[in-house]
Structure formats: C-alpha cells, structure tokens
C-alpha cells in the first residue's frame, strides 16, 4: 500500500487563522462563477507503457481549527445604494464540514514549452458585490485573465506583481467584459479595487496546466495524470502551503490536506 506522506503541514496556521483575526465561514455569498477548470497532471516515474492510461487524484482540503468568523467590511458611500453598508469578506470560506474553498492545487511539473495550448483553462474573475469572486484564482503564467463586472457600478481591476503594476483598467459599465494577459513568469498576482481598497483577490500562475482550485466543499479532482508518483502542492493566502509525496494511479486513496491543528 502507498504511503502519504505530510511534507509540510503549516504550523502557522493556527496564529495567523484563529485568534487575532476574524474569518469567514461557509456561509459565503454565493457560487463562484469561475473555478479554474480541472487540469491534467503529471507523473515523476520514468514513462512507462501505463503511463498512456491518465489517471486522477481526488482530495479535500480542510479546515480543523476554531470556526472562523466572518468580518464585515465597510464600504463606501458611492457604493452603498448597490452593496449596503458593508460586504462579507470571502477571503477564507470554510464549509460546515471544514472543506476550505479557493485553495489552489498544483503538481510539480517541468515548464512545458508547448505554444499550441499556452493559455490554459479559462479563468474568470468576476466583480460582483462589491468583492471579487473568486477570491483565489489559478492560471497558466502567460494565458489571460477574464474579468467581468456584474455590479452597475465602476470598479477597477488593479493587478500588481511585487509590488508593480501589471495592468490596471476601470470597467464602469454592468456586464462589461474583457481580458488582461498574464506575466509569462509564474507568480502571485495581488488584485486590487482602486476605488473600493476592501476588494482583493489573488492569482497565482503556473507554467505548466496541472493545476486547480478546491471548490466550496474543499475538494479537488486533478485528471489526466500519467501514473507514478507525484508531488502535491496546496495554497492558500490565508493558510500558507502544505505538499504530500503521492502516488497516483493507485485506486481509491483520496488525499487530505489538514490546516489548522490537530485534535
Ligand atoms: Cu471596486
């Protein structure tokens, strides 16, 4: 039988989650419009003949310290006839069952110089009550970021890489929707409202697709993976990131990342 073993399990967590600051729960609002679509992974055995047949990886990724607590954010007085006096933060939104959403999911995997297919899935970000949605988002490094605005209000979408400008547009009109292109060098991309500075959301990329993010429940499924063993990587703003050493192809064996302490 296969052995999982935890490389990294963050022993941040529990400082930076549970106490000093105050964090969302499952009670979301609402489905996001754009997880980033299940990608293909990777092996790191020798290729074999088995190697043709892709296999998945099924996991969850959960929560099991104190239940966070949503923050309300204050808006502003030129948004408050569309969103209220304050929004619900979503940067870390955690189900009744502890599955954590928005958490990016990846395999290492060697750059892949393959300009037939560099874009990878389609990855939106919407503007929608006064928040982006998703909060957390995975892209392939130099494919595009589509942004949408489903508020009939003006927000700018602000994305800074360290600390510079990587683009910055204002989208005054409901509805309106566009593309941005994503930095070529994978990163971690801060987006930002330039009018309302409660809006934040983040976007990592990849120079590979074997990516994907969990979706409400905390769960991923990563497909097309050649068997062998692999290395799993999770993220996430708040929790920082956890690997396990897999093998994949072997039946069953759903993995679990665990953040937050153990009981
Ligand atoms: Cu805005």
Same mark, same amino acid.
């Given at each position: 039988m296969p052995t999982f073993h935890r490389l @990294?399990?963050?022993a941040l967590?529990?400082?930076?989650?549970g106490c000093s600051q105050p964090t969302p729960t499952a009670s979301d609002a609402g489905s996001r419009a754009a997880q980033a679509a299940e990608r293909p992974l990777e092996r790191r055995s020798a290729p074999t003949a088995a @190697?043709?047949?892709a296999a998945s990886l099924d996991g969850r990724v959960l929560w099991r310290g104190p239940r966070p607590v949503l923050l309300a954010l204050a808006t502003n007085a030129s948004v408050q006839s569309v969103c209220g006096a304050s929004v619900t933060e979503n940067a870390f939104r955690v189900d009744g069952a502890g599955g954590v959403a928005d958490v990016v999911v990846w395999v290492d995997a060697p750059a892949e110089a393959s300009p037939a297919a560099p874009a990878g899935p389609t990855v939106v970000l919407d503007q929608r009550g006064c928040l982006y949605w998703p909060p957390v988002l995975a892209a392939r490094a130099g494919g595009s970021l589509h942004i949408r605005n489903s508020d009939p209000l003006t927000h700018t979408v602000h994305g800074f890489m360290q600390g510079q400008t990587a683009f910055n547009v204002a989208m005054p009109l409901e509805h309106m929707q566009l593309q941005r292109p994503l930095p070529q060098e994978p990163q971690v991309l801060d987006i930002r409202c330039d009018v309302h500075p409660w809006m934040h959301a983040v976007v990592r990329t990849f120079a590979h697709s074997h990516f994907t993010t969990t979706g409400p429940d905390g769960h991923f499924r990563l497909t097309g993976l050649a068997p062998g063993e692999a290395?799993?990587?999770?993220?996430?703003?708040r929790l920082g990131e956890a690997s396990?050493?897999?093998?994949v192809g072997q039946a069953g064996a759903p993995i679990d990342f665990s953040f937050g302490g153990k009981p």
């Amino acid at each position: 039988m296969p052995t999982f073993h935890r490389l @990294a399990l963050p022993a941040l967590l529990g400082a930076s989650l549970g106490c000093s600051q105050p964090t969302p729960t499952a009670s979301d609002a609402g489905s996001r419009a754009a997880q980033a679509a299940e990608r293909p992974l990777e092996r790191r055995s020798a290729p074999t003949a088995a @190697a043709a047949e892709a296999a998945s990886l099924d996991g969850r990724v959960l929560w099991r310290g104190p239940r966070p607590v949503l923050l309300a954010l204050a808006t502003n007085a030129s948004v408050q006839s569309v969103c209220g006096a304050s929004v619900t933060e979503n940067a870390f939104r955690v189900d009744g069952a502890g599955g954590v959403a928005d958490v990016v999911v990846w395999v290492d995997a060697p750059a892949e110089a393959s300009p037939a297919a560099p874009a990878g899935p389609t990855v939106v970000l919407d503007q929608r009550g006064c928040l982006y949605w998703p909060p957390v988002l995975a892209a392939r490094a130099g494919g595009s970021l589509h942004i949408r605005n489903s508020d009939p209000l003006t927000h700018t979408v602000h994305g800074f890489m360290q600390g510079q400008t990587a683009f910055n547009v204002a989208m005054p009109l409901e509805h309106m929707q566009l593309q941005r292109p994503l930095p070529q060098e994978p990163q971690v991309l801060d987006i930002r409202c330039d009018v309302h500075p409660w809006m934040h959301a983040v976007v990592r990329t990849f120079a590979h697709s074997h990516f994907t993010t969990t979706g409400p429940d905390g769960h991923f499924r990563l497909t097309g993976l050649a068997p062998g063993e692999a290395l799993v990587h999770v993220w996430h703003p708040r929790l920082g990131e956890a690997s396990q050493r897999v093998q994949v192809g072997q039946a069953g064996a759903p993995i679990d990342f665990s953040f937050g302490g153990k009981p």
